[in-house]
């Protein structure tokens, strides 16, 4: 969700007034996502690095998080949307935490979207608790790792011009196709994603095998080498 402070600056106005645009953006996409055939959309709302941000500007997240939770609650429990908040929660302060709760419990059943809030998030620090917990339950391997960490990431879309994964789900995303929007965070809407879903559709996964059309070509190739 990149590009709400310039967003903000942009017409003058500060950072948090960008935030807010941000959660409106959020809404927006949340809401697309089902049309989309999209099954599970995690946002990137805080980083563990976001600490470094200036204390008014953290405490105006942490304040917009749970309002924002506390307000679109009863809507995504509408939409079949079933909220879970990824990342550390013992920095938090109490009333987040609690809203976060709330809001986890209350959208438990939603079945037509996983929506993933990643909230003092960091993927590095995802992958060492995963492999501790995997190393105490028998064993370090891909499989114990991944039964830890999220689900395949298979696109990640980055806003606001960035080109960076930023320590956000990196095991995750080892397959992911990766688009990076110049559109500014509260700028983006379902036509955004909808374009991003199109290029997406049209991109040849290969997880590193050999497409059909060139593996008939090298066959070929072979077999008139053997002869
Ligand atoms: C990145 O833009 C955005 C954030 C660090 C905060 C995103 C959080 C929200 C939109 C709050 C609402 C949360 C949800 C779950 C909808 P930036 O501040 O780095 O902008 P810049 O790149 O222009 O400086």
């Not at 948090?16 to 989309?36: D, F, M, Q, S, Y």
């Not at 689900?151 to 990766?178: H, K, N, Q």
Request: charged share 25%; with cysteine; net charge positive.
């Amino acid at each position: 969700m990149d590009g709400n402070g310039r967003w903000a600056a942009a017409s003058g106005l500060p950072r948090v007034a960008g935030h807010r645009a941000g959660a409106t953006a959020a809404r927006r996409v949340i809401e697309a996502c089902p049309k989309l055939g999209i099954g599970i959309l995690t946002l990137y709302a805080f980083s563990s690095d976001n600490w470094r941000r200036p204390p008014e500007e953290v405490s105006a997240l942490m304040e917009l998080l749970g309002s924002y939770l506390d307000s679109e609650t009863a809507g995504l429990v509408e939409n079949g949307v079933r909220l879970e908040v990824i990342g550390r929660r013992d920095r938090l302060v109490p009333h987040l935490v609690r809203a976060i709760e709330r809001a986890e419990a209350a959208t438990a059943r939603g079945q037509r979207l996983l929506l993933r809030v990643a909230v003092d998030y960091s993927a590095r620090d995802q992958i060492l608790r995963a492999a501790a917990a995997a190393a105490r339950n028998g064993g370090l391997t891909r499989e114990a790792l991944a039964l830890h960490l999220g689900p395949e990431v298979d696109l990640l879309i980055r806003t606001g011009g960035e080109r960076r994964l930023s320590d956000f789900l990196l095991w995750e995303c080892a397959y992911a196709e990766l688009i990076f929007s110049p559109c500014m965070w509260p700028d983006f809407d379902g036509v955004h994603l909808a374009a991003a879903m199109r290029e997406f559709h049209a991109r040849e996964r290969r997880f590193g095998a050999v497409p059909p059309a060139a593996r008939a070509r090298t066959n070929g190739a072979a077999a008139r080498w053997l002869d």
